[in-house]
C-alpha cells in the first residue's frame, strides 16, 4: 500500500512539472515577443532619432570642415579693383545674405549687400556657396574650383534669388553627392540665374574658347544635378521644378548624373511634386549639355514635363540618356508607379534666330529624337508636342538636319524654310542652324550640297544682262557638306541658252518668266526664275554698290460685268512683284494698289464697260509701277474705236473631266471672228490666243474634273480682243470629244446643296442653283426661260424639302430642243444656325461626329466636316477663308482630346471678319467613323459613333431610345446631316433579357444608320450576387457571400460528413445539368452551391486508409466567432462579405490566445498539487 503510494506521487509530481514547464514556456514565449516587438521599437526609434541628428547636421553650416594645426589666417581685400567684395571660398564657405556676404576669408560679415557684386575665386573641397532666397546679386566666378564628394549639399546654391554669374577664366563646379548638384537653382518661382561671359554684352560678340570665361559643371553619380533643380528637394511644393534660366554667353560643359538631366528639373519632378521645367533661354555661348539615364540634355528628368525652351543664339550641343531626348523630356520604360503621374508632354521650344547653331542627340539605343518627348510608362500615350519650332530670322531660312550623325544624315521636308517650321524629326540626332534667305533651293540627298539663288524681277526691254550681273542679282551662294561655302567663281551657269533666251526675250520687249539654272562642280542644281514684266524697275541697270528696290508688273485684259474687283484679285491679274533693296521677296499682302484707280475701275467692270485703265502697284518701301487694266466683254461684240476692228465670240459649255481641249476645237466652239475696220473678215490664222496661261488653266481644270468658269481671250494682230467664258460643270456634254463636223446642241449643269425644309423650291429657283447652261446646234445661247425640269423629279424634291427631310435627289433639265442634263440635289439640315445682329450676315454649320484616338483634326477638315458656310447681306456665301476659328484654345483642347482617346462634347466656334459666330458641337466617341481620315475635300460619307456604357442590371427592358441615350450614339447620313439609329435586335434582345435577370457582364451592341454604317460598343452591366451554400448533411454551413458581378466567389473550408468523402461544391448550369463550380469563375448571377458526398469505401469496408487516420492540422482561417460577421478576401483581394452561422469556430490565435493557454495549465498544476498534498495529508 505504501508502494501504491509512493509511485502515486512520482506520477503526480510528474504531471505538475509537465504542466509547469508547459505554462512556464507560454509565459516564457509571451515575454520573448513582448520583448522582441520592445527592442525592435527601440531601434526604429534609436535611428529615427539618428536621421534626425544627421539631417540636422547637414543643415549647421560648419565653421571648420577638417581640423588642422592652427595658424594664422590672411584676411582678403574686402574690395577688388572693380568695387566687388573679393571672396575665397578655399578659406570659408561663402554665404550671401540680404545683409551682404558672409565667409570666404572677409574678417568679419558684411552690414549690407555690395550692390556691386562680388568676385568668388579659390579652389575647395570642403566649402560651398549659398545665395539666400529674397537676394538680388551680381557674382564673378573667377578661377572658382568646388569639390563635393561626399557632403549633403550642393556646390552652389542660388534657389528663389536674382543670381547673375559672370564666368572669368576656368571654372569647375563637381557634385558626387547623390540628390544634391553643382549648380543648384530649386523651385518655379519668378526669380532668374543668368550665366554669361565678360564680353556678353558686347555688340556682335561670338563666344571662343580663347577668349571667353568656361564653366565644367556637374557630376557622375546617380541624381546628381548639374544645372537645375535637385532630387532631395523634388518633393518640396516651393521647391520642386526649375525655372527662370538665362544662358547670355560662356564655355558651359554640363554632366549630369545618372538620372538626371543636365540643365533643367530633376529626374521624376513632376511625379512626385508636379515641378516641371519653364523658361530656359539660351542666347549665346557654347554650351555642352549632357543628361544621364532617362533624362534630357536640355529640358526635364523622367516622366518631367518641359515648357518653354527658347535658343535664339550661341552654339549648343545636347544629348539625352537612355529613352530621353537630347533637347525635351526625358523617359522611362516600365510600369508606372501608383504614386506616380508621369508626364512627358513638351511644349515651347522655340529654335531663332541668323547664327544659331543646335546639335541635339536623343538615345540611339532607344531610338528616341534629338529633340522630343522621352519615353512614357508601359501602357500610357505618348507624349504630345507643342510649338516646337524653328524660325529663322528676316532674311534667313532654316535648315534641319535628321539622321544618326554629322555625317549620316537628311535634311527634313520643307528645309530650307523661310519662316516658322514645325521641328518633326524621326531619328535621334537633330541639327538645326540658319542662313542668308534665298528664293530657291537645292539640297542633295548623296552629297548633302547645298545651292541657293534669288528669282529675278525687271522690266522687259533695253540692254540685256552680263553673266556677273545675274549672279549678283541671284545671290547665289552654297556650302558643301562639311559646312565651308564654295568659292564664287565654283558655281557656275548649267546652260548658255537660257541666257541667251532670257536676254533675246528682254532686249525684244517680251514678258514672260524665264528660268536660270546655276550648279556646284558636282552637279548639284538649282533653278531660280527671272520675271520679265511690262513696267517696273529695269535691274540690267542693277549697281552692285548702291542696292535699290525692285519691282515689276504687267498689264492685263480681263472680262467686264459681273462682281467688282478685290485688291487681291488686281495684284494676282497684274503678276505684280517686288524685292527689297537686300534682295528679300516682297509678299503680296505688302503691295497696295491706287484707290481712286481702284475704284474706277470696278465702277466700269459692274456695270459692264469696257475700256483701258490705270492702275498702280505700290511696295511697302514705296516703290510703284503703273499698268494698263483692259476690261473686255463675253459672249458679245468688242469694238477697237482707235483700229476699227471689232470681234466676237461666243462662250463655251462643257462637262468637265476627260480630256483637254486642243486649239483648234477652241476657235470651232467659240465661233471666234474679226473683222477690220472695212468690215472684212479677218483670216482665223492672225486670230490669236491672247494669254497661254488661260488655255492651260482651262485644260488643267478640265482634265482633273474642276468645275467653274474660265476665260478665254482672242486677239487680232492688231491687238484687238474678245473674251469668251468656258463653263465647265459636273454634268452635260463633253464639248471636247466634238468634231469639227459635228453641230450639236450643248447642255451643262451642276451639283448642289440647299438647306431642307421651309417653302417648296420654284422651278427658277432650281435653274439658278444648278448653273444650267445651254446652246443650240447654232451655238446660240439657250435663255433660262427655255429650259424646264422633270416634274416627277421636281414633286419628290418639294416633298422631302418641305417636310424637312434631308437626301439626295436627282434632278434633270430640258433644254427646248430636247436635250437634258441631271445632276444631283442635296437636301441638307444644318445644326445650328445664327445672323447677325444687324442682320447683314448669316452662318451655318453642322455638328461633327467622330471616334476618338488617332491623329487629330486640320482646321481645313473641320470646316469641311462642319460645313460651315457664312453669307453676305446679299446672300453672297463667303469663302472659306474668311471664316476663322474664334478661339484657337477650343482647337487645341479638342486635338488634345483627341489624341489622348477621351472622349466628350466639344464645342467649336466659328466666325467672319465682322465677328458673326456659330458654334458646333464635336462629339467625340469610342468607336465609329474617324473624321479625322475624312475622304479628299468635298467628298463626304456617312458617318456613325458611339461610346461604350455601364449600367445596373435587373429593373426593366432598354429601348432603343434608352440605349442610344446611354451610349451617346450619333449618326449624319452622306449630307451631314443627322441620320436616324437603330440597333441590332438580337444584340439588344440578349442584353434585355441578362439584365431583366440581373445578370451582370460584357454585352456588344452595334447601332447603324441606313446605308450600311455601324458601330460596336460595349454595355457592361454591373450589380451584386449571392452566392448560398448548402452542406447536403455536412457539419459546416459556410455563409452566404455577396459578390461583385464579374468577381470570384471564396472558397469556403470544406464541410465533414461522417463515412464520406467530400467532391466539391456543385450547381446546375442552364440546362439543368449538375456542374462542378470552379471558384476560378467569375460571377454574373446569382448562385446556390450544393455540397457533393461520396460514400467511404474504407469505412464500408471496415479498414480506413492509414492516410484517413492521420489527424490532420487544422487549418486558421479569417473566421470570427459565432454570431460575428465573417469578412474574407477572394482571390481578386476584395472584401466579400457573408451571412450565416458556423457549428465549428476556431478562435483568432494571438496574445489572448497564449494567455489564456498558460493560465489554464497553471490553473490544472496548482488542482493536481493541491490534490496531491490532500492525498500525502489523509495517508498520513
Known amino acids: 500500500m505504501q508502494k501504491k503510494r509512493k509511485v502515486w506521487n512520482t506520477v503526480l509530481i510528474c504531471l505538475l512539472t509537465a504542466v509547469l514547464a508547459a505554462g512556464s514556456g507560454a509565459l516564457s514565449a509571451k515575454e520573448n515577443t513582448e520583448e522582441a516587438e520592445q527592442e525592435q521599437q527601440d531601434q526604429s526609434a534609436s535611428d529615427e532619432e539618428q536621421k534626425t541628428e544627421m539631417s540636422s547636421t547637414a543643415e549647421i553650416e560648419q565653421e571648420e570642415e577638417t581640423k588642422l594645426p592652427k595658424k594664422k589666417k590672411k584676411t582678403l581685400k574686402s574690395l577688388a579693383k572693380d568695387s566687388r567684395t573679393l571672396l575665397d571660398v578655399s578659406k570659408k564657405s561663402v554665404r550671401i545674405k540680404a545683409t551682404g556676404a558672409a565667409g570666404g576669408g572677409l574678417a568679419q560679415e558684411e552690414s549690407r549687400l555690395n550692390t556691386k557684386g562680388y568676385r568668388i575665386t579659390g579652389t575647395t573641397a570642403v566649402n560651398k556657396i549659398i545665395v539666400d532666397p529674397g537676394v538680388t546679386t551680381d557674382i564673378i566666378f573667377d578661377h572658382l574650383s568646388i569639390t563635393n564628394k561626399t557632403r549633403s549639399e550642393n556646390c552652389v546654391t542660388v534657389s528663389r534669388a536674382n543670381v547673375t554669374i559672370t564666368l572669368i577664366g576656368e571654372n569647375k563646379l563637381s557634385c558626387e553627392k547623390r540628390d544634391y548638384g553643382a549648380l543648384v537653382k530649386d523651385g518655379m518661382d519668378n526669380t532668374a540665374l ?203 531660312q532654316g535648315y534641319i538636319q535628321d539622321g544618326t550623325s554629322e555625317t549620316d544624315y537628311n535634311f527634313t521636308k520643307h528645309t530650307p524654310f523661310p519662316s516658322a517650321s514645325p521641328i518633326s524629326v524621326e531619328k535621334f540626332y537633330t541639327k538645326i542652324y540658319f542662313g542668308p534667305f534665298r528664293d530657291e533651293n537645292t539640297i542633295a540627298n548623296d552629297t548633302k550640297e547645298q545651292i541657293g539663288a534669288n528669282n529675278i524681277i525687271s522690266k522687259t526691254g533695253g540692254a540685256g544682262f552680263s553673266e556677273s550681273q545675274l549672279k549678283e542679282l541671284a545671290k547665289v551662294n552654297g556650302k558643301r557638306e562639311n559646312g565651308t561655302s564654295f568659292m564664287e567663281g565654283e558655281l557656275t551657269f548649267t546652260d548658255a541658252r537660257q541666257i541667251q533666251n532670257i536676254n533675246q526675250a528682254k532686249t525684244s520687249g517680251k514678258i514672260g518668266n524665264f528660268p536660270l539654272t546655276f550648279r556646284t562642280p558636282n552637279g548639284t542644281k538649282v533653278t531660280v526664275t527671272i520675271f520679265l514684266r511690262g513696267n517696273g524697275t529695269d535691274s540690267a541697270e542693277f549697281e552692285p554698290n548702291n542696292p535699290i528696290p525692285t519691282i515689276g508688273a504687267n498689264d492685263f485684259e480681263t472680262n467686264t460685268g459681273g462682281d467688282p474687283f478685290t485688291e487681291e484679285q488686281l495684284k494676282k491679274l497684274g503678276e505684280v512683284k517686288g524685292k527689297d533693296k537686300e534682295g528679300n521677296t516682297i509678299s503680296l499682302d505688302d503691295f497696295t494698289v491706287d484707290l481712286d484707280q481702284f475704284q474706277k475701275i470696278n465702277e466700269a467692270k459692274t456695270s459692264g464697260k469696257t475700256g483701258i485703265f490705270d492702275l498702280s502697284y505700290t511696295s511697302k518701301d514705296g516703290k510703284q509701277v503703273t499698268v494698263k487694266v483692259s476690261l473686255v466683254g463675253y459672249d458679245e461684240i468688242t469694238e477697237d474705236t482707235d483700229t476699227g476692228e471689232t470681234i466676237k465670240g461666243m462662250n463655251i459649255i462643257s462637262k468637265t473631266g476627260g480630256k483637254g481641249f486642243t486649239e483648234k476645237q477652241l476657235r470651232e466652239l467659240s465661233r471666234v471672228k474679226a473683222f477690220d475696220e472695212n468690215g472684212q473678215e479677218v483670216p482665223a490664222v492672225d486670230i490669236l490666243f491672247s494669254d497661254q496661261d488661260q488655255l492651260t488653266a482651262i485644260n488643267k481644270a478640265k482634265t482633273t474634273g474642276e468645275i467653274g468658269n474660265f476665260p478665254l481671250t482672242f ?155 457664312a453669307f453676305d447681306e446679299s446672300g453672297k456665301e463667303l469663302t472659306a477663308e474668311e471664316i476663322v476659328f474664334s478661339d484657337p484654345d477650343q482647337l487645341t483642347s479638342l486635338n488634345k482630346a483627341k489624341t489622348a482617346g477621351e472622349t466628350g462634347n466639344f464645342s467649336l466656334t466659328f466666325q467672319t471678319a465682322k465677328g458673326t459666330e456659330i458654334t458646333i458641337t464635336v462629339h467625340l466617341r469610342d468607336h465609329g467613323t474617324d473624321g479625322a481620315k475624312n475622304p479628299e475635300p468635298g467628298k463626304f460619307d456617312a458617318s456613325i459613333a458611339a461610346n461604350n456604357a455601364v449600367h445596373k442590371t435587373g429593373g426593366t427592358a432598354f429601348t432603343k431610345e434608352d440605349l442610344i441615350k446611354l451610349c451617346e450614339a450619333k449618326g449624319k447620313d452622306e449630307t451631314r446631316s443627322d441620320a436616324e439609329l437603330n440597333i441590332k435586335n438580337e444584340e439588344m434582345n440578349k442584353l434585355n433579357a441578362a439584365k431583366q435577370k440581373g445578370r451582370t457582364g460584357t454585352f456588344d451592341l452595334t447601332f447603324f444608320i441606313s446605308g450600311g454604317k455601324e458601330v460596336s460598343v460595349v454595355v457592361t452591366l454591373t450589380g451584386e450576387h449571392k452566392v448560398s451554400f448548402n452542406p447536403n448533411g455536412g457539419d459546416f454551413t459556410p455563409k452566404t457571400q455577396t459578390v461583385p458581378g464579374g468577381k470570384c466567389a471564396v472558397e469556403p473550408k470544406e464541410p465533414k460528413r461522417k463515412s464520406y468523402i467530400f467532391e466539391g461544391w456543385y450547381y446546375k448550369d442552364e440546362n439543368g445539368k449538375e456542374q462542378k463550380w470552379d471558384f476560378e469563375t467569375p460571377v454574373h448571377a446569382d448562385l446556390s452551391l450544393k455540397a457533393a458526398w461520396k460514400k467511404d469505401a474504407g469505412e464500408v469496408n471496415g479498414t480506413a486508409q492509414k492516410e484517413n487516420n492521420k489527424t490532420k492540422k487544422k487549418e486558421t482561417g479569417n473566421y470570427s466567432w459565432e454570431g460575428e460577421e465573417i469578412l474574407e478576401s477572394n482571390k481578386n483581394g476584395e472584401v466579400i462579405t457573408g451571412s450565416g452561422s458556423s457549428k465549428e469556430s476556431t478562435a483568432k490565435t494571438g496574445d489572448t490566445a497564449d494567455f489564456s493557454m498558460a493560465f489554464v495549465m497553471l490553473a490544472a498544476g496548482g488542482g493536481i498539487l493541491t490534490l496531491l498534498l490532500h492525498k500525502n495529508r489523509k495517508n498520513k
Open 715 to 869: 486677239q487680232t494682230l492688231s491687238g484687238t480682243e474678245v473674251t469668251v467664258t468656258v463653263f465647265l460643270r459636273d454634268h452635260g456634254t463633253d464639248t471636247s470629244e466634238m468634231g469639227s463636223e459635228n453641230s450639236i446642241s450643248t447642255i451643262g449643269a451642276n451639283d448642289f446643296e440647299k438647306d431642307t425644309g421651309g417653302d417648296p423650291f420654284t422651278k427658277e429657283q432650281l435653274k439658278k442653283y444648278g448653273e444650267v447652261k445651254g446652246k443650240d446646234t447654232e451655238g446660240n445661247t439657250i435663255l433660262p426661260d427655255d429650259f424646264t425640269v422633270d416634274l416627277e423629279q421636281f414633286r419628290k424634291i418639294n416633298q422631302a424639302k418641305t417636310s424637312g427631310k434631308s437626301g439626295v435627289f436627282d434632278l434633270t433639265y430640258f433644254a427646248n430642243d430636247g436635250s437634258a442634263v441631271t445632276v444631283k440635289v442635296s437636301l441638307v439640315k444644318y445644326d445650328e444656325t445664327s445672323e447677325a445682329p444687324d442682320q447683314t450676315e448669316s452662318m451655318k454649320g453642322m455638328d461633327i461626329i467622330s471616334k476618338t484616338g488617332g491623329e487629330g483634326f486640320t482646321g481645313s477638315q473641320l470646316k469641311e466636316l462642319s460645313r460651315v458656310k
Open 194 to 396: 543668368i550665366l554669361q561671359c565678360e564680353h556678353s554684352k558686347e555688340q556682335g560678340h561670338k563666344c571662343r574658347k580663347e577668349t571667353c570665361g568656361s564653366l565644367e559643371v556637374g557630376g557622375t553619380t546617380v541624381h546628381v544635378t548639374a544645372i537645375g533643380s535637385t532630387v532631395v528637394n523634388r518633393e518640396k511644393a516651393d521647391l520642386t521644378g526649375f525655372s527662370n534660366l538665362y544662358i547670355k554667353g560662356g564655355i558651359i560643359a554640363a554632366q549630369a548624373g545618372e538620372h538626371n538631366c543636365a540643365i533643367g528639373s530633376a529626374c521624376a519632378s513632376w511625379c512626385v511634386g508636379k515641378g516641371y521645367t519653364k523658361n530656359i533661354r539660351i542666347s549665346g555661348g557654347i554650351v555642352t549639355a549632357s543628361g544621364g539615364v532617362s533624362c534630357a540634355g536640355i529640358g526635364s528628368g523622367s516622366w518631367t514635363p518641359t515648357d518653354g525652351i527658347y535658343i535664339t543664339g550661341g552654339n549648343i550641343y545636347a544629348s539625352g540618356g537612355t529613352n530621353a531626348a537630347g533637347i525635351g523630356s526625358g523617359g522611362h520604360t516600365g510600369a508606372e508607379d501608383g504614386t506616380y503621374g508621369a508626364n512627358v508632354n513638351v511644349s515651347n521650344v522655340v529654335i531663332s534666330g541668323g547664327d544659331t547653331v543646335v546639335t541635339a542627340l536623343g538615345d540611339k539605343s532607344t531610338n528616341m529624337p534629338g529633340i522630343g518627348c522621352g519615353t512614357p510608362p508601359d501602357n500610357k500615350p505618348q507624349g504630345t508636342i507643342t510649338n516646337v519650332i524653328a524660325s529663322p530670322d528676316t532674311g534667313f
